[in-house]
C-alpha cells in the first residue's frame, strides 16, 4: 500500500509547495493495447492438473505404432490487450516539465485459449484452456516532457504500479479410452475453474505523443505507448471441479484447493506449492482523448 500511497502524496505535495506552477490538468481518453513484438509465449502451470499449458496455442502430439510426430502453434500473448480508458492527474511544475498520475482501466481484455491434443493407440486425451484477466488496472506515475505551444509534443516516462491482475483459468479435460470388451472408446470429461493471483511487481511504462490546444483550458491528445510488466504467480484456488458435468468439489479437501507459487522452494510430491512463471502483461498501446486544465 505505501508504494501505491508514495507516489499520490508526491503529487500533492508538488501541489501545495511549488507555487510557480503553471498548471494543473485532467486527462482522459480511450484506447486499444496489444502484445508488443518482443513479448514472447509463456506457460501456466495448472495446480490441480499437475501440468504446464500453454496460454495461447496449439500442441498435437501422436504416438502410434506407425507414426510419432507433434505439431505446435504459439502464439503472441498478453493480458492486458485490448480497449482501455486511461484517467490521469497531471502537475506542470513550469513550462516544459510536469509530473502525471494515471489510471489504466481494462474494458475489455483478450482471452488466451490453448488446446493440448495427444494420442496413443488405446487413449487420446485433450485439454482446452481458456484464460482471462479480470479487469486488469494499473497505475501509473509518471516525468512528462514537453515542447509547449499550441502544437504540443511531449513524451512520458515512469513505472507501472497492477492494482488489479488476477486471472480466471477454465480447463477442460477429455480423456477417450479404449475399451476391448466394447471395441469402442469411453469418453470421461472433466473441468476445473482456478482463480490466480499476482505477485505484485513494478514496471516501466512510456509514451510519446501531441497535444493540440482548442481552447486556454482544452486540449486534444494522441500518443503511442508502452507498458513493459511482468507479473508472476502468487497463488491459484480451485473454485469449481466437475466430472462429465457432475460437480466433484466437495470432494476436494479445502487444503487442497489452494496452491502456491514460489520462486524457490522443495516440492515433494504435494500439489500445494509449485513453481511461479511469469505472466505477460506487457502491450503496445495507441490512445486519445482531452485534457483539460483545473
Known sequence: MKKILTPIL???LLQSTTSHAQEMYFRGGFGYATAHGGYVEGSVYAGFLNAVLPYNGSYSGYNLPTNTSETFDYKKASFSSGLQAILGLGLMLNKHIGVELAANLAMTTQQMESDVYLESPDLKTSINTKQHAD????????????TGGKINAYARGGVVLPI????????????????????????????????????????????????????????????????????????SVLAAYSENGQSLLNQVHPSQRTTKYERKGTNSGSMNTAP???????????????SVGI
Open 135 to 146: 479487469q486488469p488496472v494499473f497505475i501509473t506515475p509518471a516525468v512528462v516532457l514537453q
Open 276 to 290: 511461479t512463471s511469469q505472466v505477460p502483461f506487457s502491450n503496445l498501446n495507441f490512445c486519445a482523448g482531452i
Open 10 to 12: 508526491l503529487m500533492f
Open 164 to 235: 488489479q491482475s488476477g486471472i480466471t483459468q477454465d480447463v477442460t479435460y477429455t480423456e477417450e479410452r479404449y475399451n476391448e470388451a466394447t471395441n469402442s472408446y469411453v469418453t470421461t470429461t472433466w473441468n476445473m475453474i482456478e482463480q490466480y493471483k499476482m505477485r505484485f511487481n513494478v514496471g516501466f511504462s512510456g509514451a510519446m505523443g501531441v497535444k493540440f490546444k482548442a481552447t486556454k483550458r482544452l486540449q486534444a491528445w494522441a500518443e503511442a505507448g508502452i507498458m513493459s510488466t511482468t507479473l508472476y504467480f502468487k497463488e
